[in-house]
């Protein structure tokens, strides 16, 4: 598996040299949202706003009505929570082009509560006008500003940063609503978000060889979830549906999927796998992981529990296993 | 008669009593928001008549109607702002937000004095499926924004006003706020943001009224001294007696390189309606509950009409 250090940095300075429209703003978190380079690169073009969230927000707003892109980027917890209100009315209503990075989702972050994004998505899934994407690669995170590009309205990209792995090739972009199917199979189907989908891609060689049929897909776009992939993958679980997601069970993935599952009266038992009905604490992210079973042996339990067998996995076979990436392996059919 | 003032005097002066009896008369029978109009007469006709530099209406006289298919989204890319009766959005005009959406029926009414709206046009206010609604909102006539959740339109015209100057614009950019909005971080945040970047192709122009909803600010959370604080933010601040068209005007045009100018306009919620002072200090939304109570105010009502004929000064 390959990993990439800082990849918005860099892919944002050269994807915005020829988008004079598009302005970047931060909140007072530069560095820590890997802007520091669009800074250096187009100072008249950046825009330092301090810890004014509330009024960066409908700041964004005013500049795009005047036909400017601006991208705020700050901690997810300082848009949802604090400046809900100046989302929903400064950008959302009047269907703006603004476009909110929003870092930290779930365990990314050892500093607790406060900068924990657990119940981001929940909440702006029930936002009008809003398109929710999420990234769980460094191709995600390259493509999704051409993705962001052709929405004509406002959107929130939950961000992974630092040094992130690429699963999936370069030559296969993020696209809207477009989930990716990463293995087919025929007892359980696994729909995975952002972080969670690595942990999957881990546990996905040890669950085959103990003969596993395992559909895995990776959602990278939260609303609009009308995507025809969702029923059709989840028709094929003869044991179940599951979801894994580094958010609340409440709101994200699995509510979502529940919703598309119901209304196709699609009758199959779902698992969901989240951080829960609770708020976390501050610890390093493998911990947070493995303390809220959404790491690749938390996976597993919960499968054996699915199925209604053990598998004989154990801890150490999950930790030694290698993460089956798509990068080399090209299509699917060669799955 | 005001026979020795300039044209443009009696102009807003007209203007500002018509607004004033035009409220009054709607409140009486449908109850509203009129304080604000006896307080908020004289800023908002010389915004329009004197200050801003705004292109004819683009509006239809008869604001057309508004349901759940007209709100903006991508399924409806041509809905309709409320900011057309503000006239065209070119380099060289002002544009105007309008802060307080709760003082709509005083922008109605100035609308109609200055000739943007029909006077038919008020009578869709606050009825079901219109766009004239009771708090504003960006489809209504006059208004850009929602406004309503204090503090945000300040915030948004600021961000406007920073695009504009990206864009090399002349056009200034007004903003109409209420003095309970300085209860709000976010318009704090908005003056420390716009005083760091510099910010001055803007306008703010406040009705300090000293009221709210409970009734005075100064019982309910106090936000002076307004002046000092605003300068410590780094405003440039002119305070004037905000019924009186000729500070105002002069006020508009004082030089604030670097920095915003604000223009805290001191006024009376009973202004020009000596009735209403039986009700002070609850005053935010006025409602007549008996037909005696309807039967003075007509009666004043006509009183101030006719003084309207003969020349007094509402």
């Keep these: 598996m390959e990993m990439h250090k800082r990849v918005h940095a860099r892919n944002l300075v050269a994807w915005a040299e020829s988008r004079p429209e598009v302005l970047v703003l931060s909140g007072d978190l530069t560095s820590s949202c890997e802007i520091d380079t669009f800074r250096d690169s187009y100072p008249e073009r950046f825009f330092s706003m301090g810890l004014t969230e509330q009024n960066t927000m409908s700041f964004c707003a005013g500049l795009a009505r005047e036909g400017f892109v601006p991208m705020m980027h700050t901690f997810a917890v300082f848009m949802y929570r604090r400046a809900l209100d100046q989302i929903e009315m400064s950008i959302c209503y009047p269907n703006l082009r603004v476009r909110m990075f929003g870092f930290l989702p779930g365990v990314t972050t050892p500093g607790g509560a406060t900068h924990q994004a657990t119940n981001d998505v929940g909440v702006f899934r029930t936002l009008p006008n809003l398109t929710v994407l999420e990234t769980g690669d460094a191709t995600d995170v390259e493509s999704v500003l051409d993705l962001s590009e052709q929405i004509d309205g406002p959107v929130y990209i939950r961000m992974i940063r630092g040094e992130i792995p690429r699963l999936f090739p370069t030559s296969e972009p993020m696209r809207l609503d477009t989930p990716r199917v990463l293995s087919e199979g025929t007892d359980i189907t696994l729909f995975t978000t952002g972080i969670c989908t690595e942990e999957a891609l881990r546990a996905g060689m040890l669950l085959k060889s103990k003969g596993v049929s395992l559909e895995h897909v990776h959602v990278s776009t939260l609303k609009p979830f009308d995507s025809p992939q969702i029923t059709a993958s989840a028709a094929k679980a003869a044991h179940g549906v599951v979801t894994m997601e580094n958010h609340s069970t409440i709101g994200g993935l699995g509510s979502a999927v529940a919703e598309r599952m119901a209304e196709a009266g699609l009758s199959r038992p779902l698992t969901r796998i989240g951080l829960g009905d609770r708020y976390l604490h501050g610890s390093s992210k493998r911990y947070l992981m493995a303390e809220y079973g959404i790491d690749a042996y938390g996976l597993v339990r919960r499968l054996e529990e699915v199925l209604g067998e053990p598998l004989g996995i154990t801890a150490e076979e999950v930790a030694a296993s290698p993460v089956k990436t798509y990068v080399s392996e090209g299509q699917l059919e060669a799955l | ?314």
């Excluded at chain 2, 709210?212 to 004037?240: N, T």
């Design chain 2, 1 to 314: 008669m005001t026979t020795t003032a300039e044209h443009w005097q009696t102009e807003i002066r007209r203007a500002a009593r018509g607004v004033r009896l035009r409220v009054l008369e709607h409140t009486i029978e449908h109850g509203g928001y009129l304080s604000q109009a006896c307080s908020s007469a004289e800023m908002l006709t010389t915004l329009y008549l004197r200050a801003m530099k705004l292109g004819p209406s683009e509006g239809p006289m008869i604001p057309p109607p508004f349901g759940k298919d007209d709100v903006p989204g991508a399924g409806n890319p041509s809905h309709h702002s409320g900011a057309a009766y503000n006239g065209p959005k070119a380099p060289h005009y002002d544009r105007f937000f309008f802060s307080p959406t709760h003082y709509a029926l005083s922008l109605y009414a100035t609308l109609i004095e200055v000739g943007r709206l029909a006077p038919e046009g008020l009578a869709q206010f606050n009825q079901d499926g219109s766009s004239v609604e009771m708090i504003g909102g960006e489809h209504s006539p006059g208004h850009e924004v929602n406004g309503g959740s204090f503090g945000q339109a300040v915030s948004q015209a600021a961000g406007v006003a920073v695009a504009r100057r990206l864009k090399g614009e002349p056009g200034h950019v007004w903003v109409f706020m209420s003095d309970g909005e300085f209860q709000e971080g976010q318009t704090w945040e908005s003056f420390l943001t716009m005083a760091f970047h510099q910010v001055d192709n803007l306008t703010v122009v406040v009705d300090m009224n000293n009221q709210q909803v409970d009734g005075r600010m100064s019982d309910v959370m106090a936000i002076e001294p307004l002046p000092e604080k605003l300068r410590a933010f780094g405003a440039e601040v002119v305070v004037v007696n905000g019924h009186d068209i000729e500070a105002i005007q002069a006020a508009t045009e004082t030089e604030h390189p670097g920095r915003p100018l604000v223009i805290l306009g001191y006024t009376s919620p009973t202004q020009g309606l000596e009735i209403l002072q039986e009700r002070y200090p609850y005053l935010h939304y006025v409602r007549f509950k008996s037909e005696d109570e309807r039967r003075r105010y007509r009666e004043f009502l006509a009183l101030k009409r006719s003084e309207e004929v003969t020349g007094g000064d509402a």
